[in-house]
Nanobody, 120 residues
Framework: QVHVVESGGGLVQPGGSMILSCAAS????????VAWYRQVHGTRRAVVAR???????FYGDSVEGRFTVARDNAGNKTFLQMNSLKREDPPVYYC??????????????WGQGTQVTVSS
């Protein structure tokens, strides 16, 4: 069984920075892309940043230039460095990983989410 856990959320002032971490554990044969999403209450999750197993990155328009995604393949960890945080940045961040847990194909595994509150 695979588990994905986000960590690093909390309270930050407008304009401040925070680093989120995403760790996968369990039966992991292969890891593919990892993506960070965030969700406004009542809406669909939107991709914030995505990184492939080869290190290629993609960013959503609203975070381009402010957020950076990186991964440590050896440790099955992914990081999201968030700078210049704004009050209007949605508060809950989720990590989703594409993992082969032995079935020979990619499956998506999600964390429970971590809360980031931007407030003075």
């Amino acid at each position: 069984q695979v588990h994905v856990v986000e960590s690093g959320g909390g309270l930050v002032q407008p304009g401040g920075s925070m680093i989120l971490s995403c760790a996968a554990s369990g039966k992991i044969v292969r890891e593919n892309a990892v993506a960070w999403y965030r969700q406004v209450h009542g809406t669909r999750r939107a991709v914030v940043a995505r990184i492939t197993s080869g290190g290629q990155t993609f960013y959503g328009d609203s975070v381009e230039g402010r957020f950076t995604v990186a991964r440590d393949n050896a440790g099955n960890k992914t990081f999201l460095q968030m700078n210049s945080l704004k009050r209007e940045d949605p508060p809950v961040y989720y990590c989703g990983e594409e993992i082969d847990d032995g079935v020979g194909d990619w499956r998506s595994f999600w964390g429970q989410g971590t809360q980031v509150t931007v407030s003075s």
